[in-house]
C-alpha cells in the first residue's frame, strides 16, 4: 500500500535510518545494535533490553534474530498507519467498487493475486468482526492499527515456506528410495536382501 507510494527521497531517509542502527553495515540489525541504539535515546540498559527484544518480536518476521532493510521498511511504513486520514485513504484505494467493503476479490487484488484463497479467508475471518464475510473501514482501521495484516501475512508465509520444505524433502527422500530401488532391481538385488560383498 503504502510501499508503492514512497518517493526516492523517501527511500533514501529510511536507508539512512537503518544504517544508522545497523552500525557493522552487514544489512541486518540484531539486538546488541538495536539496544545501544535505544540506549542512545537516554534510557537504562534494562529499559533499552526490554524494548529492543519486543521490537525484534514485532518486526522480524522471518524469525532470524535479526532485522533485515525490508522488514524494518515495513515496521516503519505500518507505524505511519495510525492516522484515521490515511487509513481511510488506503481503505479506499483498495475497495475499487466503492461499496464501503473490502470483499475477498478486492483483498486478492491487493496482493497481485498472488495470496491463496484459503489465506485471503483468513486473513478476512481474522479482521471481520460481524463475521459478515467482508471488511469495513472500522475493521480496517482496527487491524491496520493492530497490524493485522502484516503479522498474518508473516506468519502464514513462514509457515507456507515451512510446508515447502517438508514436501520437498519426502519428494527428495522418495526420489532417492525409487533411484536406490532401480539401481537395487537393475543389479538383481532386493531392497531386503543383505549387503554382499
Known amino acids: 500500500m503504502l510501499a508503492r507510494e514512497m518517493t526516492d527521497e523517501d527511500e533514501k531517509e529510511l536507508q539512512a535510518q537503518f544504517q544508522q542502527i545497523d552500525t557493522d553495515g552487514n544489512g541486518n540489525i540484531d539486538k546488541k545494535e538495536l539496544m545501544k541504539f535505544i ?47 490515511l487509513i481511510k485513504a488506503e481503505f479506499q484505494k483498495i475497495d475499487h467498487d466503492n461499496n464501503g467493503e473490502i470483499s475477498k ?14 489465506l485471503i479467508k483468513k486473513m478476512i475471518e481474522e479482521i471481520d468482526e460481524n463475521d459478515d464475510g467482508v471488511i469495513s473501514l472500522e475493521e480496517f482501521s482496527k487491524a491496520m492499527k493492530k497490524g493485522t495484516f502484516a503479522s498474518n501475512f508473516s506468519k502464514d508465509k513462514r509457515e507456507d515456506r515451512r510446508k515447502l520444505q517438508k514436501i520437498a524433502q519426502s519428494v527428495t527422500s522418495s526420489q532417492n528410495l525409487d533411484k536406490y530401488d532401480q539401481y537395487r532391481k ?8 543383505g549387503l554382499e560383498g
Open 39 to 85: 540506549q542512545g535515546t537516554g534510557v537504562t540498559q534494562e529499559v533499552a533490553e526490554a524494548q529492543a527484544d519486543e521490537m525484534m518480536s514485532m518486526v522480524d518476521a522471518d524469525d532470524d534474530g535479526t532485522i533485515n532493510y525490508d522488514e524494518f521498511k515495513d515496521a516503519r511504513l505500518s507505524s505511519k498507519l495510525t492516522d484515521d486520514k
Open 186 to 193: 537393475n543389479e538383481g538385488l532386493e531392497r531386503n536382501a
Open 105 to 118: 476479490d478486492e483483498l486478492a487484488e491487493l496482493f497481485n493475486f498472488t495470496l491463496g484463497e484459503d
